[in-house]
């Protein structure tokens, strides 16, 4: 089975600080990798994702994440955060190919609060 | 307008009680997912259909139960087999084809009496 770590579990920071949040994932073959956010009292949305191709994906209000196949990571990254980005992230897998087509793994979540 | 809803926003179950959590979409999907978060876990899939009438257990499935008569309908029953039913539920489902993205619903709080 696959597995994501999210190595942050809360995350503090000021506004128009940088942002990166971690997230490592152990499988070994083709792997579509995606960033949900969670407003408070709101759906969970997807943030960005990436399939194929340009490992660097941006995504929705700013934010990118890079892929890098030989760390197993998708680090999810922001220039200079906002007081309305406070929310919880979470990274998650999914493998393409095989039986559990469509399932995706998700990390713990990490709780950003950005103070203004 | 399209979507996933889930009813109803929040749910209490009694002791030995079963309870059924509703999910219906309108966005021509055919998989669908019914994920549990609790705090500092993330998302635990419970159960996933890819089709009408056929379904799969998750990774924390014992407890629980689902049906899938219908392409719009996923419901998920919380019985009373689940010794710890506390926490939120979400419900999801996926596009088809090479866009794997799986959208979701608002939720389902339940708590225990």
């Known amino acids: 089975a696959q597995s994501v770590s999210q190595h942050n579990h809360h995350v503090i920071l000021s506004e128009a600080a940088s942002l990166e949040l971690g997230c490592n994932y152990s499988y070994g073959g083709t792997v579509n990798l995606f960033w949900y956010v969670q407003y408070p009292g709101q759906h969970l949305q997807l943030l960005l994702k990436?399939?194929?191709?340009?490992?660097l994906v941006k995504g929705i209000k700013g934010f990118e994440a890079e892929f890098i196949k030989s760390k197993f990571s998708f680090n999810l990254r922001k220039p200079s955060v906002q007081w309305s980005d406070t929310a919880e992230y979470f990274c998650?897998?999914?493998?393409?190919?095989?039986?559990?087509?469509?399932?995706?793994?998700f990390g713990r979540g990490t709780q950003l609060t950005v103070w203004p | 307008d399209g979507g996933i809803t889930q009813s109803p926003k929040y749910l209490f179950r009694k002791e030995g009680q079963n309870v059924t959590l509703s999910c219906e979409q309108n966005?021509?999907?055919?998989?669908m997912y019914w994920y549990r978060q609790d705090p500092g876990q993330g998302l635990r899939l419970i159960y996933y259909?890819?089709?009408?009438?056929?379904?799969q257990k998750g990774d924390i499935a014992e407890g629980y139960s689902v049906s899938r008569e219908k392409k719009e309908s996923f419901p998920l029953t919380v019985t009373s087999a689940q010794k710890n039913p506390t926490a939120f539920y979400l419900c999801?489902?996926?596009?088809?084809?090479?866009?794997?993205?799986?959208?979701f619903g608002a939720g389902t709080r339940l708590s225990v009496l």
């Open positions: 990436y399939f194929s191709g340009d490992p």
């Open positions: 998650a897998v999914n493998a393409p190919r095989g039986s559990t087509l469509g399932r995706l793994y």
């Open positions: 966005l021509n999907h055919d998989a």
């Open positions: 999801a489902s996926r596009t088809g084809g090479a866009l794997n993205i799986q959208y």
């Open positions: 259909s890819q089709i009408v009438n056929d379904f």
